[in-house]
């Protein structure tokens, strides 16, 4: 519904959006809406944890949302506060750079993965969070949603720190091959008893660790060079095109048409 809303159906300059469950306030528009009017964001994101009613959150959902910024900001290396608030303010323009697909809860997990991603300009603004009116019942499941949401963040990490994404299973491989490999020596030495086929367990383990870590630190290399590659092809294209008129338009005036090498912008000097 939001996708569909905004790219096809909005015909705004700025979007303001909010869970329609009265847990937000409608007064903190005009903050949220400020950062884009001054144009010093793109993106607004209301952070609940500033102004939070003491019953407008469970224990459980409140240790969920540290967990889960904490992750985004290491993985993504960006700290929006409040990455699975409902209550977001963004313009038109950068919302169609987002690459989103999400379904459900994991839409404002992705928009936050995808500003961080696309460089939005992005900003957090203290809000007013309220429990929930009487008679409201919540979508929200904590644990299956939870799982969508932490999947959710951990599956666009690799493409924005392959690192962490291939490291931590390369990580986790190496441990456990490891321990297998402890037990087997240990067992070995100590009893004499040999484990042929835990030993194979182990090593497989702990090579294939080795490897997705290794293709960790290359994927990280690859995304560095696409990203500063992508950064010089868009200041190519932000200054081509005026060079490129202005050539067009001197020589229509002169009444010369544009030669091959007259006129038009070559590739840039390698």
């Avoid at 540290?66 to 209550?87: K, P, Q």
């Avoid at 963004?90 to 459900?104: C, E, H, I, N, Y």
């Avoid at 190496?174 to 008893?193: E, H, K, P, Q, T």
Wanted: proline share 4%.
């Amino acid at each position: 519904a939001i996708r569909e809303a905004v790219r096809e159906h909005v015909d705004a300059e700025f979007v303001l959006m909010a869970d329609a469950d009265g847990t937000y306030r409608a007064s903190d528009a005009d903050a949220m809406l400020e950062p884009l009017r001054s144009g010093t964001a793109e993106h607004v994101i209301g952070d609940r944890f500033a102004d939070m009613h003491d019953d407008a959150m469970t224990g459980l959902n409140r240790v969920g949302n540290t967990i889960f910024n904490s992750l985004f900001s290491l993985i993504h290396r960006e700290d929006f506060g409040d990455i699975l608030s409902g209550y977001r303010a963004f313009t038109v323009d950068s919302f169609k750079r987002l690459r989103l697909s999400a379904d459900g809860f994991g839409i404002e997990t992705e928009l936050a993965v995808e500003c961080a991603r696309h460089g939005v300009r992005t900003t957090v603004v203290p809000i007013t969070y309220l429990p929930r009116p009487d008679g409201s019942n919540t979508n929200l499941h904590p644990v299956r949603d939870g799982g969508i949401i932490l999947m959710a963040i951990y599956r666009q990490a690799k493409t924005s720190n392959p690192l962490f994404y291939f490291g931590s299973a390369g990580v986790a491989s190496g441990l456990a091959g490891g321990l297998v490999a402890a037990y087997v020596a240990y067992d070995w030495f100590a009893n004499g008893i040999s484990h042929n086929v835990l030993a194979i367990v182990a090593g497989v383990g702990v090579i294939l660790g080795v490897q997705l870590l290794i293709f960790g630190v290359l994927s990280d290399l690859l995304v560095t060079l696409h990203g500063e590659t992508l950064d010089r092809v868009e200041a190519l294209e932000r200054e081509m095109p005026a060079g490129a008129d202005t050539s067009s338009e001197e020589a229509t005036e002169k009444g010369v048409t544009p030669t091959k090498d007259e006129g038009c912008v070559g590739p840039p000097e390698q």
